[in-house]
T-cell receptor, first 109, second 118 residues
């Protein structure tokens, strides 16, 4: 599966949109972009995933560039409970999830 | 989303004893489950892939005789840490895949088990 690169940490203001970038320049045509987050001392939580098109659900939006080499996870209105480590993972359907370092997001009041 | 339940959430055991951790998919059947471990301030490390009705597949460097995995049904996988030592103290997390939308398969995670070996 392709490798991803994320900033190690970022702060964002409560109530504002949080934009989390992820680079995956070696992504293959059959690989999806997945986002998970892990709140302290809990198991990871699925957020969203996509292949080519932008996706939106009740938690977040996923914007994938046309060349698919990068993506952005958008939390539209960050709350304090969104403080977590966010993992961007690229993998083909059916393959195992391999976690990198992720981005440690701190939402500040 | 689908629910994966892990039990116990915390366990303290003495060195040399064995500990069993259960992972259940509550509202879907999972032919494949995964076991991870996580050290403080580190990312999740995949230990093994648990396949229903067959032997587990272990990642390189993971001792299969120490971390016994059984996946006897479509809703239950167990991880047994045998002859536990303090260095086995860690956060153990399981996940199971369920068919999802958008063509991919989504993995859902248990809440994790904090193992402390004293």
């Amino acid at each position: 599966d392709a490798k991803t690169t994320q900033p190690p940490s970022m702060d964002c203001a409560e109530g504002r949109a949080a934009n989390l970038p992820c680079n995956h320049s070696t992504i293959s045509g059959n690989e999806y972009v997945y986002w998970y987050r892990q709140i302290h001392s809990q198991g990871p939580q699925y957020i969203i995933h996509g292949l080519k098109n932008n996706e939106t659900n009740e938690m977040a939006s996923l914007i994938i560039t046309e060349d698919r080499k990068s993506s952005t996870l958008i939390l539209p209105h960050a709350t304090l409970r969104d403080t977590a480590v966010y993992y961007c993972i690229v993998k083909a359907a059916g393959n195992k999830l391999t976690f990198g370092g992720g981005t440690r997001v701190l939402v500040k009041p | 989303g689908a629910v994966v339940s892990q039990h116990p959430s915390r366990v303290i055991c003495k060195s040399g004893t064995s500990v069993k951790i259960e992972c259940r998919s509550l509202d879907f059947q999972a032919t494949t489950m995964f076991w991870y471990r996580q050290f403080p301030k580190k990312s999740l490390m995949l230990m093994a892939t648990s396949n229903e009705g067959s032997k587990a597949t272990y990642e390189q460097g993971v001792e299969k005789d120490k971390f016994l995995i059984n996946h006897a049904s479509l809703t239950l996988s167990t991880l047994t840490v045998t002859s536990a030592h303090p260095e086995d103290s860690s956060f153990y997390i399981c996940s199971a895949s369920a068919p999802g939308t958008a063509g991919g398969t989504e993995a859902f995670f248990g809440q994790g088990t904090r193992l402390t070996v004293v």
